[in-house]
């Protein structure tokens, strides 16, 4: 029997873990639950015992692998990974692996929920405006950007998407217009949705030279990574127009200087909230403690990125 932590600093909804439990202790192990944690020493103490570990956005360092003295595998019940020192974990024989695609819908309806609010004001009384109509470019097209694409087309709008190697056909039978380049979305757009992961190659890929491009009254929404986003830039581009806007699910960096000067045409919550749903919560937890038995028990690594 192996012990299976859920460690997880902004906690699961308890359907969830329940529905988790049932997983492992079906599959013959024990889960220890760590949540709601505020310091590093309590993930610490808690992975010495644990066989395998699932995480959401919770930091998964050198410290912890190393901590980890009989730690097998780590999942990233989510998509993005760039919480997890895969050079760490590759060196202590710790195999890493993600859930993709699990909570996409939930981001997406976040995006979507976010652009709303917003196109109408924050419903403050004063008129807004509507989504149908407006063009929506979507940056990156995995798993999140197809929903973003099918809810955009029920809205009304006209759907663009730009990939890196992107299979355009797959696209036109979404029917969404392949974009030929970022500078082809940021320019023709009126919402413009990131969906890139954070990797050394997306750190601050959205930058003036793109932001500029952006056509009169449009919206950022930004539901990746804060880091993609070279937010310098994005000030300084909300500075020089007065119509830009910028959504996120996740504090900005520099939160005090957007707050300050453009609390009107900015949105985020106190927490990062694209996949906060209890089903995204039971579809990313289940399927990691599903490839945690799987692994534990049969050596399957599906979804490994280490
Ligand atoms: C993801 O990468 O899956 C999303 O950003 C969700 O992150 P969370 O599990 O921390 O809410």
Do not use: W
């Amino acid at each position: 029997m192996g012990t299976i932590l859920l460690a997880t600093e902004k906690p699961f909804a308890a359907e969830a873990v329940e529905k988790i439990r049932t997983v492992v202790t079906g599959g013959g192990h024990q889960l220890a639950l760590l949540e709601n944690y505020t310091e590093k020493q309590q993930l610490l103490n808690a992975v010495a015992d644990a066989d395998a570990l699932i995480v959401r956005s919770d930091i998964v360092d050198a410290d912890v692998i190393n901590a980890g003295n009989h730690l097998k595998i780590v999942v990233r019940a989510g998509a993005g990974y760039d919480n997890l020192d895969l050079k760490s974990a590759s060196a202590n024989n710790v195999v890493c692996m993600n859930t993709p695609g699990q909570n996409a819908n939930a981001v997406a309806e976040c995006a979507f929920g976010m652009m709303l609010f917003m196109a109408r004001k924050q419903f403050s009384g004063s008129s807004g405006t509507e989504l149908r109509g407006k063009n929506l470019g979507i940056v990156g097209y995995g798993n999140i950007g197809r929903y973003m694409a099918q809810i955009g087309r029920g809205f009304g709008m006209d759907v663009y998407a730009y990939k890196r190697n992107m299979d355009r056909l797959a696209m036109e039978i979404d029917g969404v217009t392949p974009a030929s380049s970022f500078e082809d979305v940021f320019e023709h757009c009126q919402y413009i949705s990131l969906h890139l992961p954070s990797t050394a190659e997306t750190k601050g890929v959205i930058n003036y030279h793109l932001l500029r491009l952006m056509p009169k009254g449009a919206m950022l929404v930004n539901t990746a990574r804060v880091d993609v986003v070279n937010e310098d830039d994005l000030l300084k581009l909300m500075e020089e127009r007065s119509d830009i806007q910028y959504v996120s699910d996740f504090i900005p960096k520099q939160e005090s200087v957007f707050k300050e000067k453009f609390a009107k045409r900015i949105f985020y919550p106190a927490k990062k909230m694209g996949a906060q749903t209890e089903e995204a919560n039971v579809n990313a937890g289940i399927a990691a403690a599903k490839q945690i038995l799987d692994f534990l028990d049969k050596g399957i690594d599906t979804f490994r990125v280490n």
